[in-house]
């Protein structure tokens, strides 16, 4: 972890930066600087180490240390915008690109920039797979392969009628069977019980519940129990 000093060869202009890796490549992250390393070329760059640092909190405090002691965000010598450890005072470089990038994206969409597969969305032009195929008539063998490729795939339709389309009624129903409740619907009986004791016979487990005034698991674990007086009726 290092603080920096990147010069100018040509115009003798500065930047004072922090370095997490001291990577020799690395010669500073503003704006103004990189826009003159691709101008002038890296070749024209320097860079020195002012002072390693041992930890993360130091290098903040070090880098905000050599920037107040050249003034650098004041000094006309430097390319620092601040003599913060990051950012800028007046904020982010607004560049022209920056202040009409609403406007550039508007132009880079007009005309016919779509891709195909939008334009067919859009019905603007179909599909040419579509229009390859249309009217062909499947190969037997084609025929077989898409059989094949779709076996052992579970299909939720398969053997029921296409109920999607419209004027097909479901089968089964019509205006004489509407609202006819179909076979078995309504209420069920649970299992009968009896008690071998007094003869008792009752036509659900809720209902035995509700005479003997027992809860839940108290019934269940009776009629687990096989020496118990109440039986499940076979």
Known sequence: MVIYLTTNLIN?????????????????????????????????????????CSDLDMLKLKEIYWLEYYNAALNPEFYNLTNKSHGSINGPTKTDAYLNRGENISNSRKGNHYPEASMAQRGLKKPKVSKALMGKKKSESHCINLSNSKKGIPSKRKGKPDLKQKGIPKPGVSEKTKGIPK????????????????????????????????????????LKDPNSNIKYKK
């Open 183 to 222: 076979p078995g619907a309504g209420p069920k009986e649970g299992r009968h019980l009896f008690n071998i004791e007094d003869g008792k016979e009752f036509t659900s487990v809720k209902e035995c519940m509700e005479f003997y005034g027992m809860g839940k698991n108290k019934m269940y674990s009776i």
């Open 12 to 52: 003798n202009k500065k930047y004072i930066g922090k370095d997490r890796h001291n990577s020799p490549s690395y010669l500073g992250g503003g704006v103004a600087l990189r826009k003159d390393i691709k101008t002038y070329g890296r070749c024209n760059f320097t860079k020195e180490i002012l002072e390693v």
